[in-house]
């Protein structure tokens, strides 16, 4: 192994940084320093301090920290952990696992291109890592060679926590900056497109091509060069000799994002297709191993400059400077993961339940519900035909060749011995991802990653403090007696009250849960407040709006909401928090309300356009395009709600009193009842990781919470009794 790189601390470097003492300076870059550090308890770890100039931004601090907190759900699994963040002395810093290894970049340096089997196992590897920072609801947006180490327990993919936020500082100060690797930047991040994983699948095609070659599939050349291959080239694979995986890399390197595999894709096929003899070597043989005579170094990547000589084996380096600050990422939700020494045992248990378990008969297509294309348009309204395809806020599950929505046969039979194989796809189970699917009866099916529900590996309860509309007087919803109450779900204590006011409603946590936005209802009509999550510094940011839910945007730095125009007619609107400057987005004639804001940027809402309320999606950076009609069958829809991967959504079906809980794809697809009884359901919500969701039951006078698993098991009641709760928020 590489023996422990850094240099020693200068004058101006600290020696201590919140709980970490600091022992050596790994490196530096455009965001800052990265140190080498201890915890109390001794374990070695990753303290990345920010720039002083940066950490005087408070639109790039206040970024920072949303997204380290979203970073620390991620799976650690194939990823550097993040442990903490926080600010000390003027000093705004992250920690993250310390992972011991050098960078694919520094091994190439040292050793040139990866042998076939190295390559598939970094594919395999890296794929991993993306499926779980996807599934948590993150882009990377600046993967590279760099930013991939090779530790012994395989590849690990660093650097995926704060990009966002130092994109902020970048627009604030360079304008038209982009913000990547040349070589690896995707076409739709030069044109100044919406961001989503596709972007880091083609990164993902361009860092195994240079794996296999030493060359970026692009060539080398100046920033402007590079972009225009990667916008109007072909790539060249060169080396790349492994016909399943060239056609695999091709196709991640497709200029559309939609022509791209997903993550999950990559990994499927991966896995379906690798051999015993690709993946012999992957773990067997140390990364950092000389061979007995080094070839000739090969010439200096293209696009990613070299990093700096001492860093510690390039495993926590910062994006380097240059034409542009090369950051890591925007972030989300983890799922537990499972060690990996029980990862071939957990993944064989889990193979068996799933080929055991019955398909869950709450996932039939209902009679009438038609069986149309995604995006495809049923009904008359003011938006004409044809509606542009929904994209989902993030790649849905694959279908299968054998018209199945859960892996082939030949997956799941295949021998897991190779240790990177069975880690890998243990992960992916373990954290929800790929390689599970939840079946539906019929032709109807979609991706279950948000549901993390995988064959007998049902997730555990979420014992999370829920935000609820708690009546104290009964009336509604005539008469509105009501206070937003904090609940523990684990029933160990009442509902406690956080506001005091005579009618509060529609709770609404921030992604962060920091805060949180409701409805105040006083006499002269309903306004949008927040508050900090205890209900302190209760404010108000919008004088009029309507009755409905209100949701924040994926930063936390805006609420959309529904208000009236002149006419009377109920708008989409986003107000931003820090100023309370308000933007409509909708002009229609249609009634419309419940907006949900998912992990990508989309708005779904419903809205009456087609003559019965269906529930829509829209794009609020483009307000001018129509929005996209995801139910189909024209029967009453309401109260929309993004998985938090984006995968799918859940909504009310059916007016009251007979509502249904139902779940589709991101899509449209797969649309199928979640929950249904003789009583009224509404109002679903997701628990923070996925997996449960929560609704409303009963007649509006007498409301009862509870919570049920994404695949339709485990349904119980979480409201404690004689209360009168509704409105979750968890």
Not at 574 to 598: C, E, H, M, N, Y
Request: glycine share 12%; net charge neutral.
């Amino acid at each position: 192994m590489i023996a422990m790189a850094g240099r020693p601390l200068g004058p101006d470097d600290p020696v201590r940084v919140g709980a970490y003492r600091l022992e050596s300076k790994i490196g530096e870059g455009g965001m800052g320093a990265v140190y080498l550090g201890r915890a109390e308890d001794g374990r070695r770890v990753a303290v990345k301090v920010v720039r002083p100039e940066l950490a005087g931004d408070p639109a790039f601090l206040a970024r920072f920290h949303d997204e380290a907190v979203n970073a620390e759900r991620v799976a650690s699994f194939c990823t550097a952990k993040v442990l903490e963040h926080g600010e000390d002395l003027g000093l705004a810093y992250l920690v993250t696992e310390y992972i011991e290894g050098p960078s694919l970049l520094q091994h190439m340096n040292r050793q040139g291109p990866l042998t076939d089997g190295m390559v598939h196992g970094v594919a395999v590897g890296v794929a991993t890592a993306l499926v779980a920072i996807h599934r948590a609801g993150v882009v990377h947006r600046d993967l590279k060679p760099s930013n991939v180490l090779l530790s012994l327990t395989g590849p690990r993919v660093i650097d995926f926590g704060i990009a966002r936020a130092l994109d902020v500082a970048v627009s604030h100060t360079r304008t038209g900056q982009v913000v990547g690797t040349p070589g690896y930047i995707a076409p739709e991040q030069v044109a100044g497109q919406e961001v989503t994983p596709a972007v880091d699948v083609f990164a993902w095609g361009c860092l195994i091509a240079y794996a296999a070659s030493g060359h970026n599939p692009f060539g080398r050349g100046s920033f402007e060069i590079m972009i225009a291959r990667s916008l109007h080239a072909e790539p060249d694979l060169g080396a790349l000799t492994t016909a399943p995986l060239a056609g695999l890399v091709r196709r991640a390197l497709a200029k559309d994002p939609r022509s791209r595999p997903s993550a999950q894709d990559l990994l499927l096929e991966l896995v379906g297709g690798v051999s015993d003899s690709a993946v012999s070597t992957t773990l067997h043989q140390a990364w950092d191993e000389p061979p007995a005579e080094p070839p000739p170094p090969p010439p200096e990547p293209d696009g990613p400059p070299a990093e700096p000589k001492g860093s510690q084996a390039g495993s926590h380096a910062p994006p380097s400077s240059g034409a542009a600050p090369h950051p890591p990422t925007e972030v989300g939700r983890s799922e537990p993961t499972h060690p990996p020494t029980q990862a071939a045992g957990v993944l064989r248990q889990e193979q068996a339940a799933a080929d055991r378990a019955p398909q869950p008969g709450r996932g039939a297509r209902p009679q009438g519900v038609p069986q149309t294309e995604p995006g495809q348009r049923t009904g008359t309204g003011p938006w004409p035909n044809p509606v542009p395809q929904a994209t989902p806020d993030h790649h849905a599950g694959s279908r299968q060749p054998d018209g199945q929505g859960s892996p082939p046969a030949s997956v799941r039979r295949r021998r897991t011995a190779p240790l990177l194989v069975a880690l890998a796809v243990a992960a992916v189970v373990a954290a929800g991802g790929a390689a599970a699917y939840m079946a539906t009866r019929g032709s109807a099916k979609h991706s279950n990653t948000a549901g993390g529900t995988t064959g007998s590996a049902a997730p555990a309860f979420p014992h999370e403090t829920m935000l609820v509309r708690q009546d104290t007087a009964p009336g509604w919803p005539q008469k509105c007696h009501a206070r937003i109450a904090r609940y523990p779900t684990d029933a160990t204590a009442a509902p406690s009250a956080v506001t005091s006011g005579s009618c509060d409603m529609l709770p609404a946590y921030t992604p962060d849960m920091r805060r949180f936005s409701f409805i105040r209802r006083t006499g002269g009509g309903n306004q949008l407040w927040t508050a900090d999550a205890d209900g302190g510094n209760a404010a108000r940011l919008v004088g009029k709006v309507g009755g409905g839910r209100t949701a924040w945007s994926p930063d936390g730095g805006r609420i959309a909401y529904f208000a009236p125009d002149d006419a009377g007619v109920d708008q989409l609107f986003t107000v931003t928090v820090a100023d309370g400057k308000s933007t409509q987005l909708t002009t229609d004639r249609a009634r419309k309300g419940d907006p949900s804001w998912g992990p990508s940027g989309r708005i779904a809402f419903f809205s009456d356009a087609s003559g019965e309320n269906q529930i829509y999606l829209l794009d609020p950076q483009r307000p001018d395009q129509q929005p996209v009609r995801l139910t189909r069958d024209d029967v009453f829809a309401k109260d929309p709600a993004w998985s938090p991967d984006g995968t799918c959504l859940v909504f009310t079906r059916g007016a009251y009193p007979h509502g249904e809980i139902w779940i589709m794809g991101a899509d449209g697809s797969g649309a199928h009842r979640l929950v249904g009884s003789s009583e009224h359901e509404m109002d679903p919500v997701w628990a923070r990781a996925g997996g449960w969701v929560a609704y409303t039951r009963g007649p509006y006078a007498t409301p009862v919470v509870r919570a049920v698993r994404a695949d339709g098991s485990g349904d119980r009641r979480i409201s404690p009794p004689g209360s009168s709760l509704a409105h979750p928020s968890w």
